[in-house]
């Protein structure tokens, strides 16, 4: 890898020395599915997939990008003096996110750099190739500049970016898994307050496959909005008879007793999926501690089945995949991940089984939609590093 981002980096830029190499994970989220934005829990983990960059800095204000996975833009130019979102800038409007963003928390970039990254995670596909692109930027900042920001640091600055500068409505958990992964472990994460606990996710028999749709997310982003207006109406309606923060502070009981004050009968399934995922995620928790698989295997089913009949944010392409999955001898659990309506699936599957499992559930897939899945076998990997 490491002779590869060099090789490009030289090819375009035509720089020979001074080059630093680095990488940041994307991450998948095992179970805990719009909670985040309900002041539930999530259970992402960082993975060993990611984006990778070569970088060297300039002596003059100049920053000029290059991605092996968009080579059809060119290098894309721009300076320090000029960190403003435009729509010609493309994808490189989240690195220049970060730098907006470094120094308006007042850490100082004073020279420009040349960047080439080359990412091998689907692109916006739910495993934050985003995030990732924008910690790797943080992270190598952070090195090449000397900033003293802590890796939490970077993740916040990171959703303020992609907030802020880009104008995307996320929640704090890619950039958190991105930025905080640690390797084997997935990060149990309390979004109301951001306090986080590592747990260990080493599967001795099993891996995580991903099966990505390849359906682009298309309407996703009216939906997504739409699902979290459901959400805070339902709360209003709740908040009427009962003291309660957010959906994620309710336990399933609680809400039983006053979901018949949620007027809306939609918004009345949109709270109950955001109420029972998140006791979901804290059962999943549980399970794991107790080295139960089988049973957090059985809370990802359950999970998507809510978000298939509750939430209503899966759609044929993810249905399919996670119900061929079900069928299969040797998978403890699959379900969407992500914000649904496309992007991927995330499927534990013993390891024996691996490869019927991307046979059948790839042909099954080819078959029902017409186009196909491809399936990246992975680990759970650590945050971002110096190559
Ligand atoms: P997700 O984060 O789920 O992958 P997003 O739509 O949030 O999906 O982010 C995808 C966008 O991030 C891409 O369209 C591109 O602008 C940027 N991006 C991600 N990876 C790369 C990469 N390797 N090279 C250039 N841009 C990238
Ligand atoms: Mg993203």
């Given at each position: 890898?490491?002779?590869?981002?060099?090789?490009?980096?030289?090819?375009?830029?035509?720089?020979?020395?001074?080059i630093?190499?680095?990488?940041a994970?994307?991450?998948?989220?095992?179970?805990?599915?719009?909670?985040?934005?309900?002041?539930?829990?999530?259970?992402?983990?960082?993975?060993?997939i990611?984006?990778?960059?070569?970088?060297?800095?300039?002596?003059?204000?100049?920053?000029?990008?290059?991605?092996?996975?968009?080579?059809?833009?060119?290098?894309?130019?721009?300076?320090?003096?000029?960190?403003?979102?435009?729509?010609?800038?493309?994808?490189?409007?989240?690195?220049?996110?970060?730098?907006?963003?470094?120094?308006?928390?007042?850490?100082?970039?004073?020279?420009?750099?040349?960047?080439?990254?080359?990412?091998?995670?689907?692109?916006?596909?739910?495993?934050s190739s985003?995030?990732?692109?924008?910690?790797?930027?943080?992270?190598?900042?952070?090195?090449?500049?000397?900033?003293?920001?802590?890796?939490?640091?970077?993740?916040?600055?990171?959703?303020?970016?992609?907030?802020?500068?880009?104008?995307?409505?996320?929640?704090?958990?890619?950039?958190?898994?991105?930025?905080?992964?640690?390797?084997?472990?997935?990060?149990?994460?309390?979004?109301?307050?951001?306090?986080?606990?590592?747990?260990?996710?080493?599967l001795?028999?099993?891996?995580?496959?991903?099966?990505?749709?390849?359906?682009?997310?298309?309407?996703?982003?009216?939906?997504?909005?739409k699902?979290?207006?459901?959400?805070?109406?339902?709360?209003?309606?709740i908040?009427?008879?009962?003291?309660?923060?957010?959906?994620?502070?309710?336990?399933?009981?609680?809400?039983?007793?006053?979901?018949?004050?949620i007027?809306?009968?939609?918004?009345?399934?949109?709270?109950?999926?955001?109420?029972?995922?998140?006791?979901?995620?804290?059962?999943?928790?549980?399970?794991?501690?107790?080295?139960?698989?089988?049973?957090?295997g059985?809370?990802?089913?359950?999970?998507?089945?809510?978000?298939?009949?509750?939430?209503?944010?899966?759609?044929?392409?993810?249905?399919?995949?996670?119900?061929?999955?079900?069928?299969?001898?040797?998978?403890?659990?699959?379900?969407?991940?992500?914000?649904?309506?496309?992007?991927?699936?995330?499927?534990?599957?013993?390891?024996?089984?691996?490869?019927?499992?991307?046979?059948?559930?790839?042909?099954?897939?080819?078959?029902?939609?017409?186009?196909?899945?491809?399936?990246?076998?992975?680990?759970?990997?650590?945050?971002?590093?110096?190559?």
């Open positions: 890898m490491k002779e590869k981002l060099i090789r490009e980096f030289k090819n375009i830029f035509k720089e020979e020395e001074g630093r190499l680095f990488f994970p994307g991450r998948v989220n095992l179970i805990g599915e719009h909670t985040d934005y309900n002041g539930g829990h999530v259970f992402p983990c960082a993975l060993n990611g984006t990778y960059a070569a970088v060297k800095k300039r002596d003059d204000n100049k920053l000029r990008f290059f991605s092996g996975n968009f080579a059809e833009f060119g290098i894309i130019e721009s300076s320090l003096e000029d960190l403003l979102y435009k729509k010609e800038a493309l994808w490189t409007n989240y690195p220049k996110g970060v730098l907006w963003a470094l120094n308006e928390k007042g850490f100082k970039i004073e020279t420009g750099f040349d960047m080439y990254i080359w990412g091998n995670i689907p692109n916006g596909s739910g495993l985003s995030a990732s692109v924008e910690v790797l930027t943080g992270y190598a900042c952070k090195n090449l500049y000397g900033c003293s920001i802590t890796l939490a640091q970077i993740a916040h600055l990171a959703q303020y970016a992609e907030n802020k500068f880009n104008g995307v409505n996320c929640g704090i958990m890619d950039q958190f898994a991105c930025a905080m992964g640690k390797k084997d472990n997935a990060i149990f994460l309390n979004t109301n307050n951001l306090s986080f606990e590592y747990l260990p996710f080493k001795e028999n099993s891996k995580i496959v991903i099966a990505c749709s390849n359906k682009k997310r298309g309407l996703g982003e009216s939906q997504y909005n699902r979290r207006e459901e959400c805070e109406k339902a709360l209003i309606d908040q009427r008879v009962k003291k309660a923060d957010s959906l994620g502070s309710l336990t399933e009981e609680e809400f039983e007793e006053v979901k018949e004050y007027k809306d009968p939609i918004c009345r399934k949109r709270a109950r999926h955001a109420v029972y995922e998140n006791q979901r995620t804290l059962r999943a928790v549980n399970a794991l501690k107790a080295r139960d698989i089988k049973e957090f059985r809370l990802m089913k359950e999970s998507h089945i809510s978000l298939r009949d509750d939430y209503e944010v899966t759609g044929i392409e993810l249905d399919t995949l996670v119900q061929s999955a079900w069928e299969i001898e040797g998978v403890v659990g699959a379900r969407m991940t992500g914000a649904g309506f496309g992007g991927c699936t995330v499927n534990i599957v013993e390891n024996q089984a691996v490869d019927t499992f991307i046979e059948k559930v790839g042909t099954k897939y080819f078959e029902t939609v017409g186009y196909r899945a491809d399936f990246y076998t992975v680990d759970v990997g650590g945050g971002p590093t110096e190559l």
